[in-house]
């Protein structure tokens, strides 16, 4: 089982909406997801409550459990990847979680306000010695100086992964207890967090990392 940990020290970053569609892109591309809400506000358990598809299985633990966790579903075959949502300010839940990751996202929008709180994140993620990589997410899809200004003062500080931009698709998908690859396969929004998925994939040791 590989883990996947969304991490973020700001608030508003959408990591558990792009949680929640990479969770559904990476079940569709033939992973056996397990989806773990770490984050009090427990949005993701949210959204999977209000899912009617079967496949995705969610679960929630106290960061106190989550290593014994771990350790008893790495033994179970049917599991190939679990993605955590993490709470928006580091702590325990976080450390804990970030402790057994294979990589970490790390979410930020194109604002200094984000740079400014996603550089310290990725430094504390390197500094324990894990993968990480930046996603520029709600980028605008028509204006991209802001989006490329992102990309250059992140590059400077780590890999970054493919854009996500702000769209509709997004809102609507986790309204309606979906990832966007399922509220419309074909358009842009699907496509992006495809190429997000496949792109991760492609990072993430083939073999597990200790705690």
């Not at 892109?25 to 056996?32: H, L, P, S, V």
């Not at 894990?130 to 780590?158: K, Q």
């Not at 842009?188 to 993430?204: D, F, G, N, P, Y």
Request: aromatic share 6%.
């Amino acid at each position: 089982m590989q883990i996947l940990v969304l991490a973020s020290q700001k608030g508003g970053s959408g990591k558990s909406t792009l949680a929640a569609s990479l969770a559904v892109a990476a079940y569709e591309a033939g992973e056996r997801v397990v989806v773990v809400d770490l984050d009090p506000q427990k949005s993701l358990t949210s959204w999977g409550a209000l899912r009617s598809a079967s496949g995705i299985v969610f679960r929630t633990v106290a960061p106190d459990d989550f290593n014994q966790w771990v350790v008893r579903t790495r033994q179970i075959p049917v599991v190939s990847l679990c993605i955590v949502d993490t709470p928006g300010t580091f702590g325990p839940g976080v450390d804990v979680a970030l402790g057994h990751a294979d990589c970490a996202l790390v979410p930020v929008r194109a604002s200094v306000l984000d740079l400014w709180a996603g550089v310290p994140t990725a430094r504390r993620i390197g500094v324990m010695g894990r993968r990480f990589a930046f996603v520029v997410n709600g980028a605008s899809p028509v204006s991209y100086a802001r989006t490329n200004d992102a990309i250059a003062t992140l590059g400077e500080n780590g890999l970054v992964g493919p854009v996500v931009s702000e769209r509709v698709a997004h809102r609507d998908a986790i309204a309606s207890g979906l990832g966007v690859t399922e509220l419309d396969p074909t358009g842009k929004a699907a496509s992006e967090i495809r190429e997000l998925w496949a792109w991760t994939k492609q990072r993430m040791p083939t073999e597990q990392v200790s705690a």
